[in-house]
């Protein structure tokens, strides 16, 4: 094992090793987000529910997740951000392992209810502990690995899980994934050097106290609604515009699936360019502004005309790449809205935002469905995109007319 003293004397090496950590662990938390979706048909078959049943564990993993976010954020400042990402992945982990071994519906109600609260640990400790790592000239960079781990997970995850419950069973495969937490949790546990290396950290148990009515500034209720509308602006998009290309333009299953596809995966490209566009400007909402604008046409331009379907493919592609761009200077934000010692708590705070749309997404984008009205999936996610793109820009505003907290 590597010496303190060797460690202190590669400073990049101790920003990688922590990369891989917390990359593993936010690819970990997208998968779990996605466990059960792929198999709500097995899931259906086996016990006797529908889809709207099993739609409701989903929806009550959010509505925790939502509501616990922001404690979450102050344990993670008061008891160490590593401690509260461990038992995060060990109790999400074993929610899952739970529902491979016993899967009835009330059980799967309760165990999603425990992974919505393991859910709520990710964000603030991840942030809480690169914010303090990586030095702030590579800080970008490394938030765009976080992200694009997260992207990948989501990525992987539906082909993963229906491969895995066809060679082994689906609780097999759940079970699976359960033991992924445990085992990303693992390392994560023996990583005493990360607190000690973490350099400008609050060490655990000595948080600064700031009030949370002193957390609550304009400009943290702000990004509050704007992760909100990020993720209303992809919500109804990622759910059904595979089902509307289909139905505004005839396009076959497979080309509309290959658009989203583009969508999804050059999102994930999108994250890495992004991360090196993020630490070589402070113009951080001037990018996230210009990336979910150019977004937003090219969005607006799917809805409206028939491109055919290599260009619908070319211009969700282009809609991913730059709303993915965004992701490194959207966390930049929050960082430069953050007071010292208190990361944990803001990112806690203002993630919230994440739940709130990704509760209130599908249902904006099956109501559209249901009403046979498939253009107002791009139009509604045009909305929210333009929205996105104007409130970074007064958020920005708001933090240059009000510096970051000042301790007392």
């Known amino acids: 094992m590597e010496t303190e003293q060797a460690m202190t004397r590669s400073p990049k090496r101790i920003e990688i090793r922590s990369l891989a950590l917390i990359g593993s662990a936010h690819m970990v938390s997208h998968i779990y987000y996605l466990v059960l979706i792929p198999l709500f048909p097995l899931l259906q078959a086996r016990l ?39 038992a995060g992945l060990v109790l999400g982990g074993a929610a899952y392992i739970s529902i491979g071994l016993f899967p009835y519906y009330p059980w799967i109600l309760c165990a999603m209810t425990l992974a919505g609260v393991a859910n709520a640990v990710y964000h603030p400790a991840d942030y809480a502990i690169l914010g303090a790592v990586i030095e702030p000239s590579r800080v970008g960079r490394a938030f765009s690995v976080h992200t694009f781990a997260g992207f990948l997970g989501s990525a992987i995850t539906p082909i993963g899980m229906l491969l895995g419950a066809e060679w082994f069973g689906f609780r097999i495969a ?43 500034t304009p400009t943290v209720l702000g990004l509050v609604g704007f992760f909100t509308l990020l993720s209303l602006s992809s919500g109804a998009l990622t759910n059904y515009s595979a089902v509307a290309l289909v139905s505004v333009y005839g396009l076959s299953f497979s080309s509309a699936n290959l ?150």
Do not use: K
């Not at 979450?72 to 160490?80: I, P």
């Not at 693992?186 to 002193?214: E, F, N, S, T």
């Open 48 to 86: 006797g529910v529908g889809f709207v049943e099993l739609g409701l564990a989903i929806t009550l993993f959010n509505i925790v997740s939502g509501l616990v976010q922001t404690p979450m954020g102050y344990a993670v400042d008061r008891f160490g951000a590593r401690r509260v990402l461990t």
């Open 174 to 216: 759940i079970v699976a994934a359960g033991v992924l937490g445990l085992a990303v949790a693992m390392p994560l546990a023996l990583a005493g050097w990360l607190d000690r290396h973490a350099a400008g950290a609050i060490p655990a148990g000595g948080a600064v106290q700031i009030p949370l009515r002193r957390l609550l």
């Open 259 to 408: 658009a989203l596809s583009a969508f999804l995966f050059l999102s994930a490209g999108g994250v890495l360019a992004g991360g090196v566009i993020a630490d070589r400007t402070r113009r951080h909402a001037e990018v996230a502004a210009f990336g979910f604008g150019g977004a937003a046409l090219a969005i607006l331009l799917v809805g409206t005309v028939n491109l055919g379907s290599v260009l619908v493919v070319a211009a969700m592609g282009l809609a991913g790449f730059l709303s993915g761009m965004i992701s490194p200077s959207r966390d930049m934000l929050v960082r430069a809205a953050s007071p010292p010692g208190a990361y944990g708590r803001v990112f806690g705070i203002v993630t919230t935002g994440f739940n709130i749309g990704g509760t209130m997404g599908p249902l904006i984008g099956g109501w559209i469905m249901d009403h046979n009205l498939p253009r107002w999936v791009f139009f509604s996610s045009v909305v929210f995109m333009a929205l996105t793109a104007a409130m970074a820009l007064v958020g920005d505003w708001r933090t240059r007319r009000r510096p970051t907290l000042a301790l007392s």
